[in-house]
Nanobody, 115 residues
Framework: QVQLVESGGGLVQFGGSLRLSCAASGNIFSKNVMGWYRQTPGKERELVAEIASDAMTSYADSVKGRFTISRDNAKNTVYLQMNSLKPEDTAVYYC?????????WGAGTLVTVSS
């Protein structure tokens, strides 16, 4: 089992920045993919960004150039630096850990961007 604890969500104005953190604990394997997804009411959860243990990254087109994902393997922690935030970025953001066909999820942290 893997436990994920997120932090860093909150209320920010249009154009502002936030940094999300997610610490993983439990049965952690060195080769894994960690990422961030987001979800708004009535919509499916969507991938925002992900990063593999070798630092390969992938971003949704809607956040490219504004968000940066990074990780600290020694701390089993993944970060999402969100800049130039827009109201449409408002969502619950979920941390994800993927290994061997299994997805683990954090409880989610709410990000609200006011216009």
């Amino acid at each position: 089992q893997v436990q994920l604890v997120e932090s860093g969500g909150g209320l920010v104005q249009f154009g502002g920045s936030l940094r999300l953190s997610c610490a993983a604990s439990g049965n952690i394997f060195s080769k894994n993919v960690m990422g961030w997804y987001r979800q708004t009411p009535g919509k499916e959860r969507e991938l925002v960004a992900e990063i593999a243990s070798d630092a390969m990254t992938s971003y949704a087109d809607s956040v490219k150039g504004r968000f940066t994902i990074s990780r600290d393997n020694a701390k089993n922690t993944v970060y999402l630096q969100m800049n130039s935030l827009k109201p449409e970025d408002t969502a619950v953001y979920y941390c994800n850990y993927y290994y061997g066909g299994m997805h683990y999820w954090g409880a989610g942290t709410l990000v609200t961007v006011s216009s």
